[in-house]
């Protein structure tokens, strides 16, 4: 997996070409932005991980975008909140996983 670091986030790119980017809100937790979650998910984001430092990632997925709602329940995720009408279409679904060791 190819790394890239600058001053304001960490940029992550799998050797499926999915890129995963994590923009620090705090010393301990991130957004994570991702182009498409895969089904390998799981494993890319084990790495990510090891090599980020963070222990909480928090993921926005709209609500009209069930597929990647279950890709992200499946890599872990777990919905802590809504964000209503943030959306053309609707809500924004807040998603996010706690590491303890992360």
Same mark, same amino acid.
């Given at each position: 997996?190819?790394?890239q670091?600058?001053?304001t986030?960490i ?5 499926d070409g999915t !890129?995963?980017l994590i /923009?620090? #809100?705090?010393?301990? +937790?991130? !957004?994570?932005?991702? /182009?498409? #979650?895969?089904?390998? +998910?799981?494993k890319d ?6 090599d980020?430092?963070?222990?909480k990632?928090i993921l ?5 975008q069930p597929e990647y709602?279950?890709?992200?329940r ?6 802590e909140?809504?964000?209503?009408k ?14 303890k060791d992360g």
């Amino acid at each position: 997996m190819e790394k890239q670091v600058n001053e304001t986030s960490i940029a992550y790119k799998a050797d499926d070409g999915t !890129v995963y980017l994590i /923009t620090p #809100i705090t010393p301990v +937790a991130g !957004v994570l932005g991702v /182009t498409g #979650i895969p089904a390998e +998910a799981k494993k890319d984001l084990n790495y990510i991980w090891e090599d980020s430092g963070v222990s909480k990632l928090i993921l926005f997925i709209p609500q009209e975008q069930p597929e990647y709602i279950k890709a992200a329940r499946s890599a872990g995720f777990k919905q802590e909140g809504r964000l209503k009408k943030a959306t053309l279409e609707g809500d924004l679904l807040v998603f996010g996983q706690y590491r303890k060791d992360g």
